[in-house]
Protein backbone atom coordinates (compact mmCIF):
# COMPACT_ATOMS: atom_id res chain seq x y z
CA UNK A 1 0.00 0.00 0.00
CA UNK A 2 3.03 2.30 1.06
CA UNK A 3 4.92 1.87 -2.26
CA UNK A 4 1.16 2.36 -4.57
CA UNK A 5 0.79 5.60 -2.41
CA UNK A 6 4.63 6.85 -3.21
CA UNK A 7 4.43 5.91 -7.11
CA UNK A 8 0.80 7.90 -6.76
CA UNK A 9 2.82 10.47 -5.69
CA UNK A 10 5.78 10.38 -7.84
CA UNK A 11 3.76 10.24 -10.90
CA UNK A 12 1.15 13.27 -9.94
CA UNK A 13 4.65 15.44 -9.18
CA UNK A 14 5.67 14.24 -12.29
CA UNK A 15 2.67 15.53 -13.90
CA UNK A 16 2.79 18.75 -12.25
CA UNK A 17 6.43 19.48 -13.16
CA UNK A 18 5.92 18.62 -17.09
CA UNK A 19 2.89 21.13 -16.63
CA UNK A 20 4.54 23.87 -15.31
CA UNK A 21 7.91 23.24 -17.54
CA UNK A 22 5.48 23.53 -20.99
CA UNK A 23 3.35 26.33 -19.48
CA UNK A 24 7.36 28.39 -19.51
CA UNK A 25 7.96 27.28 -22.97
CA UNK A 26 4.39 28.82 -24.11
CA UNK A 27 5.55 31.80 -22.32
CA UNK A 28 8.68 32.42 -23.69
CA UNK A 29 7.37 31.45 -27.02
CA UNK A 30 4.86 34.60 -27.00
CA UNK A 31 7.08 36.92 -25.56
CA UNK A 32 9.57 36.15 -28.62
CA UNK A 33 6.67 36.42 -31.04
CA UNK A 34 5.07 39.51 -29.39
CA UNK A 35 6.89 41.93 -32.29
CA UNK A 36 3.86 43.62 -34.32
CA UNK A 37 3.63 42.07 -38.19
CA UNK A 38 4.95 45.43 -39.23
CA UNK A 39 8.62 44.80 -37.76
CA UNK A 40 9.14 47.23 -35.59
CA UNK A 41 11.44 46.13 -32.65
CA UNK A 42 8.96 45.03 -29.25
CA UNK A 43 9.34 47.58 -26.28
CA UNK A 44 11.18 46.01 -23.37
CA UNK A 45 13.37 47.39 -20.38
CA UNK A 46 16.09 49.43 -21.96
CA UNK A 47 19.28 48.34 -20.86
CA UNK A 48 21.65 51.19 -19.78
CA UNK A 49 24.98 51.17 -22.21
CA UNK A 50 28.05 53.56 -22.40
CA UNK A 51 27.43 56.29 -23.94
CA UNK A 52 29.20 57.48 -26.96
CA UNK A 53 31.89 60.11 -27.22
CA UNK A 54 29.80 62.44 -29.01
CA UNK A 55 29.73 63.79 -32.43
CA UNK A 56 32.83 65.85 -34.07
CA UNK A 57 32.28 69.60 -33.27
CA UNK A 58 31.92 71.34 -37.05
CA UNK A 59 34.75 73.88 -37.51
CA UNK A 60 34.07 75.13 -40.86
CA UNK A 61 32.84 78.70 -39.96
CA UNK A 62 36.43 78.81 -37.71
CA UNK A 63 37.86 77.81 -41.20
CA UNK A 64 36.33 80.62 -43.57
CA UNK A 65 37.53 83.05 -40.97
CA UNK A 66 41.19 81.83 -40.67
CA UNK A 67 41.70 80.86 -44.28
CA UNK A 68 41.84 83.96 -46.07
CA UNK A 69 44.42 85.32 -43.62
CA UNK A 70 46.58 82.71 -44.76
CA UNK A 71 49.08 83.30 -47.20
CA UNK A 72 51.35 81.55 -49.21
CA UNK A 73 55.22 83.19 -49.81
CA UNK A 74 57.89 82.33 -52.54
CA UNK A 75 61.36 83.73 -51.89
CA UNK A 76 64.34 84.13 -54.08
CA UNK A 77 67.99 84.38 -52.55
CA UNK A 78 71.02 85.25 -54.77
CA UNK A 79 73.78 83.54 -52.41
CA UNK A 80 77.58 82.78 -51.58
CA UNK A 81 78.19 79.61 -50.30
CA UNK A 82 80.96 79.06 -48.26
CA UNK A 83 82.62 75.76 -49.94
CA UNK A 84 84.87 73.72 -47.56
CA UNK A 85 88.94 73.78 -48.15
CA UNK A 86 91.52 71.67 -48.45
CA UNK A 87 94.41 72.70 -45.87
CA UNK A 88 96.96 71.44 -48.41
CA UNK A 89 95.62 74.51 -51.15
CA UNK A 90 94.98 76.76 -48.08
CA UNK A 91 99.08 76.22 -47.39
CA UNK A 92 99.70 76.73 -50.95
CA UNK A 93 97.65 79.75 -52.13
CA UNK A 94 97.56 81.72 -48.63
CA UNK A 95 93.90 82.91 -49.09
CA UNK A 96 92.28 80.37 -50.10
CA UNK A 97 88.54 81.58 -50.38
CA UNK A 98 89.48 84.07 -53.00
CA UNK A 99 90.55 81.32 -55.36
CA UNK A 100 88.12 78.34 -53.87
CA UNK A 101 86.73 79.72 -50.93
CA UNK A 102 82.50 80.62 -51.90
CA UNK A 103 80.15 80.04 -54.81
CA UNK A 104 77.69 82.17 -56.38
CA UNK A 105 73.70 81.05 -56.93
CA UNK A 106 70.09 81.33 -56.81
CA UNK A 107 67.86 79.76 -54.18
CA UNK A 108 64.35 79.49 -53.94
CA UNK A 109 61.90 79.04 -51.06
CA UNK A 110 58.19 78.18 -50.73
CA UNK A 111 55.94 78.45 -47.23
CA UNK A 112 52.97 80.03 -46.00
CA UNK A 113 52.65 83.18 -43.68
CA UNK A 114 49.56 84.79 -41.40
CA UNK A 115 48.11 88.19 -41.62
CA UNK A 116 49.00 89.65 -37.93
CA UNK A 117 47.65 93.04 -38.43
CA UNK A 118 45.26 94.14 -41.14
CA UNK A 119 47.74 96.74 -42.43
CA UNK A 120 50.09 94.09 -43.57
CA UNK A 121 52.15 92.84 -41.31
CA UNK A 122 52.89 88.81 -41.72
CA UNK A 123 54.10 86.40 -39.69
CA UNK A 124 56.62 83.55 -40.88
CA UNK A 125 59.13 81.23 -40.48
CA UNK A 126 62.81 82.48 -41.25
CA UNK A 127 63.70 79.53 -43.10
CA UNK A 128 60.85 80.42 -45.37
CA UNK A 129 62.50 83.77 -46.16
CA UNK A 130 66.18 83.04 -45.87
CA UNK A 131 66.36 79.40 -47.16
CA UNK A 132 67.54 76.25 -45.12
CA UNK A 133 71.13 76.36 -46.38
CA UNK A 134 74.05 77.19 -43.66
CA UNK A 135 77.45 78.83 -44.61
CA UNK A 136 75.89 81.45 -47.02
CA UNK A 137 76.09 84.95 -47.49
CA UNK A 138 72.57 86.61 -48.86
CA UNK A 139 73.47 89.35 -51.69
CA UNK A 140 69.87 89.64 -53.04
CA UNK A 141 66.64 88.57 -51.49
CA UNK A 142 62.99 88.42 -53.24
CA UNK A 143 59.83 87.91 -51.84
CA UNK A 144 56.07 87.65 -52.65
CA UNK A 145 53.09 87.02 -51.01
CA UNK A 146 50.14 85.45 -52.61
CA UNK A 147 47.20 86.39 -50.85
CA UNK A 148 43.73 84.44 -50.30
CA UNK A 149 41.97 86.68 -52.97
CA UNK A 150 45.06 85.76 -55.69
CA UNK A 151 46.62 88.90 -55.50
CA UNK A 152 50.48 88.78 -55.18
CA UNK A 153 52.52 91.74 -53.58
CA UNK A 154 56.20 92.36 -53.10
CA UNK A 155 57.31 92.30 -49.26
CA UNK A 156 59.69 93.99 -47.43
CA UNK A 157 61.46 92.24 -44.78
CA UNK A 158 60.50 93.94 -41.52
CA UNK A 159 63.10 91.62 -39.50
CA UNK A 160 64.43 88.34 -38.92
CA UNK A 161 65.06 86.05 -35.74
CA UNK A 162 67.36 82.62 -36.11
CA UNK A 163 67.14 82.18 -32.72
CA UNK A 164 63.53 81.14 -33.27
CA UNK A 165 63.62 80.63 -36.64
CA UNK A 166 60.84 83.67 -37.26
CA UNK A 167 60.30 86.54 -39.49
CA UNK A 168 57.99 89.27 -40.10
CA UNK A 169 57.27 90.75 -43.03
CA UNK A 170 55.25 93.75 -44.67
CA UNK A 171 53.18 94.27 -47.61
CA UNK A 172 51.47 97.49 -49.25
CA UNK A 173 48.12 96.27 -48.24
CA UNK A 174 44.66 97.64 -46.26
CA UNK A 175 42.12 96.36 -44.51
CA UNK A 176 43.50 92.63 -44.31
CA UNK A 177 41.67 89.86 -42.20
CA UNK A 178 43.65 88.83 -39.59
CA UNK A 179 43.44 85.80 -36.77
CA UNK A 180 43.43 87.32 -33.13
CA UNK A 181 46.12 86.05 -31.07
CA UNK A 182 45.39 83.03 -28.25
CA UNK A 183 47.03 82.51 -25.24
CA UNK A 184 49.32 79.24 -25.58
CA UNK A 185 50.12 78.83 -22.28
CA UNK A 186 46.45 77.82 -21.98
CA UNK A 187 45.94 74.98 -24.24
CA UNK A 188 45.74 71.45 -23.27
CA UNK A 189 46.79 68.34 -24.29
CA UNK A 190 44.20 66.38 -26.29
CA UNK A 191 42.30 69.90 -27.43
CA UNK A 192 41.40 70.18 -31.08
CA UNK A 193 43.54 72.15 -33.23
CA UNK A 194 43.70 73.05 -37.01
CA UNK A 195 46.73 73.97 -39.22
CA UNK A 196 46.25 76.12 -42.12
CA UNK A 197 48.79 76.33 -45.19
CA UNK A 198 50.12 75.49 -48.32
CA UNK A 199 51.58 72.23 -48.28
CA UNK A 200 53.23 71.06 -51.60
CA UNK A 201 51.90 74.30 -53.10
CA UNK A 202 47.98 73.44 -52.24
CA UNK A 203 46.74 77.06 -51.28
CA UNK A 204 44.72 77.31 -47.98
CA UNK A 205 44.50 73.63 -47.25
CA UNK A 206 43.02 72.77 -43.28
CA UNK A 207 44.29 70.09 -41.60
CA UNK A 208 42.64 68.93 -38.30
CA UNK A 209 44.50 67.23 -34.91
CA UNK A 210 45.05 67.69 -31.26
CA UNK A 211 47.42 69.15 -29.16
CA UNK A 212 49.95 66.70 -28.22
CA UNK A 213 52.15 68.01 -25.93
CA UNK A 214 53.50 71.64 -24.93
CA UNK A 215 56.46 73.21 -23.95
CA UNK A 216 58.94 71.05 -26.48
CA UNK A 217 62.15 71.90 -25.86
CA UNK A 218 65.48 70.30 -26.49
CA UNK A 219 64.55 69.57 -30.09
CA UNK A 220 67.77 71.37 -31.41
CA UNK A 221 65.77 73.00 -34.11
CA UNK A 222 66.51 76.52 -32.71
CA UNK A 223 68.17 78.43 -30.14
CA UNK A 224 64.92 79.32 -27.97
CA UNK A 225 62.64 76.68 -27.92
CA UNK A 226 58.94 76.78 -27.26
CA UNK A 227 57.31 73.87 -29.23
CA UNK A 228 53.26 72.80 -29.56
CA UNK A 229 53.67 69.62 -30.73
CA UNK A 230 50.08 68.57 -32.79
CA UNK A 231 49.22 65.33 -34.98
CA UNK A 232 47.57 67.92 -37.36
CA UNK A 233 49.04 67.07 -40.51
CA UNK A 234 51.77 69.52 -41.54
CA UNK A 235 53.92 68.74 -44.72
CA UNK A 236 56.64 70.59 -46.75
CA UNK A 237 54.82 74.02 -47.54
CA UNK A 238 52.66 74.86 -44.44
CA UNK A 239 55.94 76.39 -42.48
CA UNK A 240 55.14 79.47 -41.13
CA UNK A 241 51.23 78.85 -41.59
CA UNK A 242 48.90 78.84 -38.81
CA UNK A 243 47.73 76.45 -35.48
CA UNK A 244 44.91 77.85 -34.60
CA UNK A 245 42.32 76.35 -31.48
CA UNK A 246 38.48 75.65 -31.96
CA UNK A 247 38.04 79.23 -31.12
CA UNK A 248 39.78 80.46 -33.98
CA UNK A 249 42.87 82.03 -32.52
CA UNK A 250 46.25 81.88 -33.62
CA UNK A 251 48.11 79.04 -30.63
CA UNK A 252 51.23 78.56 -33.38
CA UNK A 253 53.61 78.94 -36.00
CA UNK A 254 53.95 76.16 -37.62
CA UNK A 255 57.74 75.10 -38.31
CA UNK A 256 59.01 71.26 -38.29
CA UNK A 257 57.99 68.14 -38.74
CA UNK A 258 59.70 64.99 -37.47
CA UNK A 259 59.93 62.59 -40.08
CA UNK A 260 61.52 59.38 -42.06
CA UNK A 261 59.93 60.04 -45.54
CA UNK A 262 60.22 63.83 -46.04
CA UNK A 263 56.17 63.65 -45.67
CA UNK A 264 53.44 63.33 -42.63
CA UNK A 265 54.10 61.45 -40.19
CA UNK A 266 51.78 62.66 -37.08
CA UNK A 267 54.65 64.30 -35.27
CA UNK A 268 54.38 68.43 -36.03
CA UNK A 269 55.57 71.47 -34.22
CA UNK A 270 54.52 74.86 -34.00
CA UNK A 271 56.08 78.30 -32.06
CA UNK A 272 54.11 78.96 -29.47
CA UNK A 273 51.78 82.32 -29.92
CA UNK A 274 53.44 83.74 -26.69
CA UNK A 275 56.81 83.35 -27.75
CA UNK A 276 56.16 84.16 -31.11
CA UNK A 277 54.15 87.59 -30.05
CA UNK A 278 57.07 88.34 -28.47
CA UNK A 279 59.43 88.35 -31.38
CA UNK A 280 56.55 90.17 -33.39
CA UNK A 281 56.94 93.16 -31.62
CA UNK A 282 60.28 93.75 -30.98
CA UNK A 283 60.81 92.90 -34.79
CA UNK A 284 58.64 96.01 -34.86
CA UNK A 285 59.64 98.27 -32.97
CA UNK A 286 63.69 97.95 -33.06
CA UNK A 287 63.98 95.49 -36.14
CA UNK A 288 65.82 92.65 -34.23
CA UNK A 289 64.88 91.33 -30.90
CA UNK A 290 66.24 92.23 -27.60
CA UNK A 291 67.20 89.30 -25.14
CA UNK A 292 68.35 89.41 -21.16
CA UNK A 293 70.96 87.16 -20.34
CA UNK A 294 73.27 86.38 -17.20
CA UNK A 295 75.97 85.72 -19.03
CA UNK A 296 77.31 83.48 -22.02
CA UNK A 297 77.09 80.14 -19.66
CA UNK A 298 76.38 76.65 -20.28
CA UNK A 299 73.71 74.54 -19.14
CA UNK A 300 72.60 71.45 -19.43
CA UNK A 301 69.84 68.74 -18.51
CA UNK A 302 69.59 66.82 -15.23
CA UNK A 303 69.97 62.95 -15.49
CA UNK A 304 68.90 61.02 -12.19
CA UNK A 305 72.47 59.60 -11.19
CA UNK A 306 73.27 63.61 -11.39
CA UNK A 307 70.67 65.08 -9.40
CA UNK A 308 71.73 62.38 -6.57
CA UNK A 309 75.23 63.27 -7.02
CA UNK A 310 74.47 67.15 -6.53
CA UNK A 311 71.64 66.61 -4.02
CA UNK A 312 68.88 67.70 -5.90
CA UNK A 313 65.36 66.61 -4.59
CA UNK A 314 64.33 65.19 -8.90
CA UNK A 315 65.85 66.56 -12.35
CA UNK A 316 63.88 68.89 -12.81
CA UNK A 317 66.56 72.45 -13.25
CA UNK A 318 69.34 73.41 -15.13
CA UNK A 319 72.59 72.04 -14.24
CA UNK A 320 75.06 74.69 -14.62
CA UNK A 321 77.59 72.95 -17.00
CA UNK A 322 80.50 75.89 -17.78
CA UNK A 323 81.02 79.39 -16.75
CA UNK A 324 83.23 82.41 -17.80
CA UNK A 325 84.69 84.37 -14.91
CA UNK A 326 83.24 87.64 -16.77
CA UNK A 327 80.07 86.51 -16.85
CA UNK A 328 77.53 88.48 -14.30
CA UNK A 329 76.22 84.99 -13.21
CA UNK A 330 79.52 83.70 -11.71
CA UNK A 331 80.71 86.82 -10.54
CA UNK A 332 77.32 87.52 -8.68
CA UNK A 333 77.71 83.98 -6.98
CA UNK A 334 76.97 81.33 -9.19
CA UNK A 335 79.16 78.51 -10.08
CA UNK A 336 79.87 75.50 -12.12
CA UNK A 337 77.61 72.41 -10.37
CA UNK A 338 75.25 74.73 -9.47
CA UNK A 339 71.58 73.55 -10.17
CA UNK A 340 69.38 76.09 -10.98
CA UNK A 341 65.75 75.66 -9.70
CA UNK A 342 64.06 79.17 -9.84
CA UNK A 343 63.96 82.17 -11.76
CA UNK A 344 62.28 85.09 -10.74
CA UNK A 345 60.32 83.25 -8.42
CA UNK A 346 59.46 80.75 -11.46
CA UNK A 347 60.34 76.83 -11.22
CA UNK A 348 62.98 75.78 -14.02
CA UNK A 349 61.71 72.79 -15.94
CA UNK A 350 65.16 72.40 -17.76
CA UNK A 351 67.76 74.53 -19.65
CA UNK A 352 65.47 75.38 -22.50
CA UNK A 353 62.93 76.65 -20.17
CA UNK A 354 65.45 78.45 -18.14
CA UNK A 355 67.19 80.49 -21.42
CA UNK A 356 63.75 81.70 -21.83
CA UNK A 357 62.92 83.16 -19.13
CA UNK A 358 66.29 84.52 -18.98
CA UNK A 359 65.46 86.00 -22.60
CA UNK A 360 62.21 87.82 -21.64
CA UNK A 361 63.64 89.02 -18.62
CA UNK A 362 63.60 93.23 -18.37
CA UNK A 363 67.01 94.26 -19.93
CA UNK A 364 68.92 96.03 -16.72
CA UNK A 365 66.86 94.29 -13.91
CA UNK A 366 67.98 91.89 -10.90
CA UNK A 367 66.68 88.55 -10.85
CA UNK A 368 66.10 86.37 -8.13
CA UNK A 369 67.74 83.45 -8.78
CA UNK A 370 67.82 80.12 -6.66
CA UNK A 371 70.39 76.98 -6.76
CA UNK A 372 71.24 73.58 -5.25
CA UNK A 373 74.48 73.57 -3.73
CA UNK A 374 76.16 70.32 -2.52
CA UNK A 375 72.13 69.44 -1.23
CA UNK A 376 71.61 73.30 -0.09
CA UNK A 377 68.88 75.66 -1.45
CA UNK A 378 71.49 78.94 -1.78
CA UNK A 379 69.75 82.74 -3.58
CA UNK A 380 71.31 84.62 -5.87
CA UNK A 381 70.74 87.94 -6.89
CA UNK A 382 71.97 88.91 -10.79
CA UNK A 383 72.04 91.64 -12.69
CA UNK A 384 69.86 91.01 -16.60
CA UNK A 385 72.04 92.55 -19.30
CA UNK A 386 71.83 92.49 -22.96
CA UNK A 387 72.37 89.53 -25.60
CA UNK A 388 74.77 91.27 -27.70
CA UNK A 389 73.72 91.72 -31.41
CA UNK A 390 75.43 89.47 -34.40
Do not use: C
Amino acid sequence: MTRRVASLLLLLFSFLAGLLLANRIRETTEAGAQAPATGKPAITTPVPVASPAGTLTDFSRVAERIIPAVVNISSQQVVRRQMPIDPFFGSIFGDPDALFGSRRGVENSLGSGVIVSSDGFILTNNHVVTGEARRVTIEQLDVTVALADKREMRADVVGVDPATDLAVLKIGAKNLPTIPWGDSARLKVAEWVLAVGNPYQLSQTVTLGIVSAVGRTNLGVSTYEDFIQTDAAINPGNSGGALVNARGELVGINTVIFSQSGGYQGIGFAVSSNLARRVVNDLQQYQEVRRGTMGPDQYVPLSTRMAEELGAPDTKGALVYRMYRTSPAYQNGMRPGDVVVTFNGTPVEDPGHLSRLVSDAPIGSTASVTVIREGQRVALKIPIGRVPRN
